[in-house]
């Protein structure tokens, strides 16, 4: 049986014969990646990397976490200093987050289990790209980025309880919880300020490395063919809730790349509704390769991959629910957000029988985590009691 080197090995193989058969495609995809990077990315990202990692070299955080401690305790079971990641998280964007929550655990602000959870509290997208980019740029509808924003953010929210379900602190990990923090060494104020910029910088330039070669890997995929084929496989089921089948496409390319997904959505003439609830859900996913982005950094805290896929396809099926429900009640906030009758948001917000098997999928999805967690906490719980074997 193929372990997962031997996979990894093979599709690495396979992506140099298609960029060697398909070198033009390649260089442009690359090319655009590139630009992307440089144009949107890193002056967007760049002074709250520098801002994030000055707070947190300072000792300045836990000053402002302080106050929100005993909020996030009893929502998520986590310290203010979570609270500041979702904050700047959710003013920032992918995958600042996630950094944030790595950085405090190498200074033991975090505990293994709440590094994790604020991982996955703190996947969200920042308002510059849901307002900037989709809702002004690709949409424009500005007045819809409100919709697009509460919709995310809560299933972000949503997210972050079943995370406090089922990553649960451990004895051991409790106990590790009474070691005190690293203390941040005492440098000077220039010191700080230039040590944050150098780190943000090599790790910005770690971002563009994955936004340049997931550019280059879906203009590969979409010349030849792989995604019409892959969306030709979804449509059916997709149509099965009333999303039309020419946004297949989109969400197929936005698993992969949430950019392109999202031009490729608003780029097509199905009704806007639909576009919201689709755009909802890639952004809330943010595809394999923001995943990939955040993954570089959970993997410091050992979550491990298949974990960090299952909670954001999670979070992207609550955003469907959260949207649908949102045009729903509130169809007269955008003109065309009125409901018909064979609208995706009438479709499923009135019919029982898919928003019954919708409850089943998450329900499903939330006990097979749980499940997995069980599992992997016995096995060591066993090693524990067992250290010789």
């Known amino acids: 049986m193929l372990g997962r080197k031997h996979l990894l090995a093979a599709g690495s193989i396979i992506f140099i014969i298609l960029v060697t058969a398909y070198p033009t495609q390649s260089l442009a995809g690359a090319r655009k990646g590139i630009s992307d990077f440089f144009e949107f990315v890193l002056p967007a990202l760049l002074p709250f990397f520098v801002g994030t990692s000055i707070l947190i070299k300072s000792g300045a955080l836990s000053t402002l976490s302080a106050r929100l401690n005993r909020i996030f305790m009893a929502l998520f079971n986590l310290p203010g200093e979570s609270a500041v990641v979702f904050i700047m998280s959710c003013i920032s964007g992918y995958p600042n987050g996630a950094r944030m929550a790595a950085e405090l655990y190498s200074q033991r602000e975090l505990t293994k289990p709440q590094a994790a959870r604020t991982i996955i509290l703190a996947s969200t997208s920042g308002p510059s790209f849901i307002v900037g980019a989709v809702a002004a740029g690709l949409l424009l509808s500005p007045s819809s980025a409100v919709m697009l924003s509460i919709c995310h953010y809560l299933s972000a929210i949503i997210t972050g309880l079943l995370a406090r379900a089922i990553i649960k602190d451990t004895a051991h990990e409790t106990n590790t919880k009474k070691l005190p923090p690293k203390k941040p060494q005492e440098q000077s104020a220039s010191r700080v300020l230039v040590s944050s910029i150098k780190s943000s910088m090599v790790d910005l330039l770690s ?181 010789g074997k």
């Open 207 to 387: 971002v563009g490395a994955f936004v340049i070669f997931f550019a280059s890997l879906i203009s590969i995929l979409e010349f030849t063919g792989v995604v019409d084929i892959i969306a030709q496989v979804f449509s059916d089921p997709l149509q099965l809730i009333g999303i039309p089948p020419q946004l297949s496409k989109g969400i197929v390319a936005g698993m992969v790349e949430m950019t392109n997904g999202a031009v490729s959505i608003t780029s097509t003439l199905a009704p806007f509704s639909y576009k919201l609830v689709c755009l909802c859900a890639i952004i809330s996913f943010g595809g394999f390769s923001i995943i990939f982005q955040i993954y570089s950094y959970a993997a410091q805290c050992k979550v491990k991959m298949s974990v960090l896929v299952l909670m954001k396809l999670f979070q992207a099926v609550t955003s469907v629910f959260v949207s649908t429900l949102y045009i729903h009640l509130f169809p007269t906030d955008i003109a065309v957000f009125a409901p018909t009758n064979s609208g995706f948001a009438y479709v499923f917000a009135n019919s029982t029988i898919l928003f019954v098997t919708g409850a089943l999928f998450l329900f499903a999805l939330g006990a097979a985590m749980a499940l997995y967690s069980l599992k992997f906490e016995n096995r060591y719980k066993k090693r524990r009691s067992n250290p």
